[in-house]
């Protein structure tokens, strides 16, 4: 067996031609794995020459392999509500209704938007329901008056969030996928990765909720 190469931050800078901010966004995605020692970061070589042949950063919104899906129907649809386990009724006053096939499952969809408290402020909030359950939920980020921006954390089929050392699964390789803590900004907001999308793009919305059912469904 060869001599392991690990590598620190800088050298990664080096190697690469780019910013310690851009190396550092890098592995915050997921798009390098990487670990810590002592605070500091470490990649292997092996880790670096995944990032390239991967053909590193993708852009944002630049189209990608299993994001979108052509038999995704939905429609806006009456408001409604949800009472959850705790007791608590959320009001849904914009919603959406629609079905979607995907590796031979089929899931009838409901999104509802409203607000609710997270990470120390009101924000905007998304819930999707597949097949009468709620399956995964969005936060408005901090600046989402401007951005529309929304996050949701993944959750891997083990029921951990996927850490920001960790390599992003190939469900979600697609995916603007950040830091959760970069984009909702405040008291216990999520350290793990997360999904960022606009708030209108129901098709990133949906597959990331058919991704958590299918996820959720395998162990």
Do not use: C
């Amino acid at each position: 067996m060869g001599e392991l190469k690990i590598y620190t931050l800088k050298d990664v800078t080096d190697l690469l031609k780019a910013s310690s901010q851009t190396v550092l966004e890098e592995i915050e995605k997921g798009a390098i794995e990487a670990f810590q020692i002592g605070g500091e970061w470490r990649v292997t070589e092996q880790s670096i020459l995944n990032f390239i042949a991967s053909g590193g950063s993708k852009a944002e919104g630049s189209p990608t392999v299993g994001k979108r899906a052509s038999n995704l129907k939905i429609s806006e649809s009456e408001p409604f509500q949800y009472t959850w386990p705790n007791g608590y009724t959320e009001e849904y006053p914009l919603a959406y209704e629609g079905t979607i096939d995907k590796d031979d499952m089929h899931f009838e969809i409901k999104i509802g938007v409203g607000d609710r408290e997270a990470a120390g402020k009101e924000r905007k909030r998304v819930t999707v329901f597949l097949n009468g359950r709620p399956t995964v939920e969005f936060a408005g980020a901090n600046d989402f008056d401007q951005s529309k921006l929304i996050a949701s954390v993944i959750t891997l089929p083990n029921k951990k969030r996927l850490r920001p050392y960790q390599p992003v699964p190939k469900e979600y390789q697609s995916f603007d996928v950040r830091r959760y803590d970069s984009v909702i900004k405040g008291p216990r907001a999520a350290t793990t990765m997360a999904v960022v999308s606009k708030i209108d793009d129901l098709e990133t919305i949906v597959a990331h909720a058919v991704n958590r059912a299918i996820y959720r469904d395998s162990i």
